[in-house]
């Protein structure tokens, strides 16, 4: 455990769970204390519970931020629970038709994963609305009451309502949801509804959303439920998607607004850094045990409503968040063509890479680390933990064997395969976006993104590299530094032309912005602490896709956020006013950040030896609680601290800031 100065008048604790370790930071009493424990992939609430128990001991009141993997997983695994889909009659396959994109190119047979709803749990209901939201056909009574026993028979753990035009009308969908709750009396099966999770147009997306939403729903509320119970915290409070946080009861009943809890939370933390370093427009590289998340941020985190997951799309606002498979616990073999390959399988926690002891076979990135002598044995965890690197050397000679290398060119070749998978990925989010990277400092963090952080700053062209305190639990510090949010939309599709449209479009905004505000007001946040965001999603006439603007002056901000995306503008173009968007927000805790104590002083680094492009050399080490500002030292260099391990290559020098940021810039 560590702990470092910071100040708080509340006991906070953020927790994120992970694939290999939970991380937990707590802020009390005027310091920051953190904890990593190993995950528990079978109940991912124990390892929650029991890091409490350690990090707390006897403390008392105490508020809790969670970061949750739990909904992703059960996602891309595909373990949710059955669901059965109420729809329109008419109008069951939307879920199943999707759009006209193929997800394989060039494949003459393309392949999709199925749906999450089977065509027999979905129920097609008589009653329609028109696009106005009046009313087309009545629904039936009599269809209505059969509804529950319909749900009953089929073995549903969860229900999903979605029917047509509900964003300008949700009478019918309210109707439908009270016939089933009312049937299925004290069952109390879990029913999302698509006006209260999604309220916008776009049938097939909509109705993807609150299925998702469906499908977790009564995984996420077991898991928040008990810690709600267990924990003994006063206040829970969950990570959303969209960088901010929400209270347990609405993650509760809308737990699709989690599914990317925790690398949003990071992105948050990195950029608090990166404005504490000088820098605004920074790419946050989270390299944990079974995924690299990377990310954009040109000033502030860059959100999406273009969003899928396990190949199902989710119209919710998330932080735009790329994802690959590649960890410090992600699997090294050499296929049936001979070429090497890495990820995305991983290790996970449970038995881990080979030098954590606990019955790891195969080869992994972190253990390439350790045979190269960039992650010491006698220093993991801060020393508390010693790592078997002996135990690497009969797997790792399968692997250097199958491709006719030394031992050490087969750790190197592990390493340089890994990093051309996060090349990719942040190439992803920059290049192929028309940004350059070299505007960008690249802040790295998750428990192995130290590691590899200067190599691949090298390789995109960037010219600094940020590694802030803490790196490996940055996205639980990131949700300590994140406000609380309440996001409200509706869909108005409104023409420029019409008269009135100032007046309507205001009237709407204050509306939304009046939901929002009553929500976070009931919540226990006062209303003099919120601040309002207004935005309009608009398009040109005719155009199938929207741009998102501040509602302030919309027309002539669409007018230059077209010409910025596309590089063209059509001032005599009739614009439509698509969705009103309002984010409400409460500000975020005073982390009370505190620069390092002390000027530049000599400190004596270890000598280890390490090995670099095919060559042994003997490098320096330090720990990172010995270093103050403006101590710089040039590379080959490790250092150590309880969290993560950075690496520095010859070739480049780190420098540390007034706030104990490490800065690794090429030389």
Not at 651 to 660: C, Q, S
Request: charged fraction near 20%; hydrophobic fraction near 40%.
């Amino acid at each position: 455990m560590s702990t470092s100065p910071a100040g708080a008048s509340t006991p906070l604790l953020a927790v994120d769970t992970g694939g290999t370790f939970t991380d937990l930071v707590l802020l009390s009493d005027g310091e920051i204390r953190t904890l990593k424990v190993p995950s528990t992939p079978h109940d991912p609430s124990q390892a929650v519970l029991d890091g409490i128990r350690e990090i707390l001991g006897e403390a008392g009141d105490f508020a809790l931020l969670h970061g949750s993997t739990v909904a992703t997983n059960a996602l891309l695994e595909r373990r949710g629970a059955r669901v059965v889909l109420v729809t329109n009659e008419g109008f069951e396959d939307v879920i199943e038709i999707g759009r006209q994109d193929r997800p394989q190119l060039y494949a003459l047979v393309g392949h999709r994963l199925p749906p999450l709803v089977d065509r027999d749990d979905r129920i097609g209901v008589p009653g329609r609305l028109g696009p106005q939201g009046e009313e087309l056909t009545p629904l039936d009574p009599e269809r209505l009451e059969e509804l529950a026993h319909q749900i009953r028979a089929r073995g549903a753990e969860s229900v999903a309502v979605s029917l047509l035009h509900a964003y300008a009308n949700p009478d019918h969908e309210r109707a439908v949801s009270r016939a089933i709750v009312d049937g299925l009396g004290d069952e109390g099966l879990p029913v999302s509804v698509s006006s209260d999770i999604v309220p916008e147009f776009r049938e097939y997306e909509r109705t993807s959303t609150t299925v998702l939403n469906a499908y977790v729903a009564p995984i996420m509320d077991r898991y928040l439920g008990r810690l709600a119970r267990e924990a003994g915290a006063t206040r829970v409070s969950i990570m959303g998607s969209n960088g901010g946080t929400l209270p347990i009861d609405r993650a509760r009943r809308e737990p699709v607004h989690t599914v990317l809890s925790g690398p949003a939370g990071g992105v948050v933390g990195a950029l608090t850094w990166a404005r504490r370093a000088g820098f605004d427009s920074v790419l946050s590289f989270d390299m944990g045990g079974t995924s690299t998340d990377v990310s954009l941020c040109p000033g502030r985190p860059l959100r999406t409503r273009e969003f899928s997951i396990g190949g199902q799309p989710a119209a919710i606002p998330v932080i735009d968040i790329h994802t690959v498979g590649a960890g410090g616990g992600s699997i090294a073999r050499v296929d049936a063509g001979g070429a090497l390959r890495v990820g995305p399988r991983s290790a996970g926690a449970q038995p881990g890479p080979i030098c954590y002891g606990n019955g790891g076979t195969d080869v992994t990135v972190t253990d390439a680390h350790v045979w190269l002598g960039r992650l010491p044995a006698d220093a993991f965890l801060g020393g508390t933990r010693t790592l078997n690197r002996a135990a690497i050397e009969a797997p790792l000679k399968v692997i250097a064997d199958a491709l006719h290398m030394s031992l050490d060119e087969a750790a190197e070749g592990v390493l340089a395969v890994a990093d051309t998978a996060m090349e990719r990925a942040l190439r992803v989010i920059s290049v192929e976006r028309g940004y350059d990277p070299v505007d960008f400092a690249v802040v790295a963090f998750g428990g192995a993104g130290a590691l590899h952080v200067a190599e691949l700053t090298r390789r995109l062209g960037a010219r600094t590299a940020l590694i802030p305190p803490d790196p490996g639990l940055l996205s639980a510090y990131g949700m300590l530094a994140s406000p609380v949010t309440r996001e409200m939309s509706r869909t108005v599709l409104l023409n420029d032309g019409m008269p009135n449209i100032e007046a309507q479009l205001a009237d709407g905004l204050d509306t939304l912005e009046e939901a929002a505000r009553s929500s976070m007001v009931q919540e226990g946040i006062p209303d003099e602490h919120l601040t309002t965001e207004r935005w309009i999603d608009a398009r040109y006439q005719g155009q199938s896709f929207e741009l998102g603007v501040p509602a302030d002056e919309w027309v002539e901000a669409f007018h230059s956020a077209h010409h910025e995306r596309y590089g063209y503008r059509r001032d005599e173009a009739s614009i439509e006013a698509v969705t009103l968007r309002v984010v409400v927000s409460a500000p975020p805790n005073d982390l009370g950040a505190r620069r390092l104590e002390g000027a530049s002083s000599y400190v004596e680094p270890g000598p280890i030896s390490v090995v670099y492009a095919g060559q042994a050399h003997e490098a320096m080490s330090v720990w990172r609680r010995d270093l103050r500002p403006g101590d710089t030292f040039p590379g080959p260099l490790v250092v150590q601290e309880y969290s993560g391990t950075a690496w520095v290559p010859p070739g480049w020098t780190m420098t540390v800031d007034a706030w104990g940021t490490l800065h690794l810039t090429a030389d």
